[in-house]
């Protein structure tokens, strides 16, 4: 199926811990993003990019790195976790930045105890 | 003020019903604007995008009022799969494209 597909669907780790979150798209799609939705439903971007390029990064901890090796995958590592970056983690992809639909994956939902 | 500003809800309206949502944003400067559907533990999905002259898919139409940054959605004939969260999102222009701005959502449930 053509998608937008992240692994893990859901991560239970320990405080101080390193995890990855996975993204990858295979719609052909030149730009990918990383979303934070907190407890409180708010939706935010966190990072794209475009063509493997960093476009927005926003105000993000730099214990948040995203990674993408080629413009289908984009990957989220986070270093040293704390209890504030449990969230559900959703990655999406458009063409193209302006008008174009965003197509979400379906989210990794992320508990730090 | 928030970037974008929704009604929280929750509506909770019979089948059949017509319902509308409201909504604003701050930054004059934004070029496009859109409507996403979130169920329950599920990933956004675009709904509609809305245009300046109004426009309209089905039972859902969509407003943009530029001068006043206001967007609504009306929804006719509610049905029971309409239950969902409504989004409304902007995206931002100049050197922000692609930087959609969600706002906290609309909780809709239409009952029986």
């Known amino acids: 199926d053509t998608a937008v597909s992240q692994t893990p669907k859901y991560l239970v780790t320990q405080m101080g811990n390193d995890k990855s979150i996975k993204c990858e798209q295979n719609l052909g799609h030149d730009t990918m993003y990383w979303y934070k939705q907190d407890s409180k439903k708010f939706l935010k971007i966190m990072f794209s990019?475009?063509?493997?390029?960093?476009?927005i990064n926003e105000t993000v901890p730099n214990r948040f790195s995203p990674k993408s090796p080629d413009k289908a995958h984009l990957n989220l590592h986070i270093n040293s976790l704390e209890l504030g970056d449990s969230a559900v983690y959703f990655c999406?992809?458009?063409?193209?930045?302006?008008?174009?639909?965003?197509?979400f994956g379906p989210g990794t939902r992320l508990t730090v105890l | 003020r928030k970037e974008v500003e929704q009604d929280p809800g929750p509506f909770n309206v019979p089948e059949g019903a017509t319902v509308a949502f409201n909504c604003t944003y701050s930054?004059?400067?934004?070029?496009?604007f859109f409507w996403y559907r979130q169920d329950c533990r599920k990933e956004p999905k675009l709904l509609m995008s809305v245009y300046s002259s109004g426009n309209e898919d089905g039972r859902f139409t969509a407003q943009l009022n530029r001068a006043s940054q206001y967007i609504s959605l009306l929804i006719r004939d509610s049905k029971l799969s309409d239950s969902a969260t409504y989004l409304c999102v902007v995206n931002a222009g100049g050197t922000s494209y692609g930087k959609l701005t969600f706002g906290q959502g609309t909780i809709l449930t239409v009952h029986p």
């Open positions: 930054n004059s400067a934004s070029q496009s």
């Open positions: 999406a992809s458009s063409q193209g930045q302006r008008h174009n639909e965003q197509f």
């Open positions: 990019y475009n063509n493997k390029e960093l476009i």
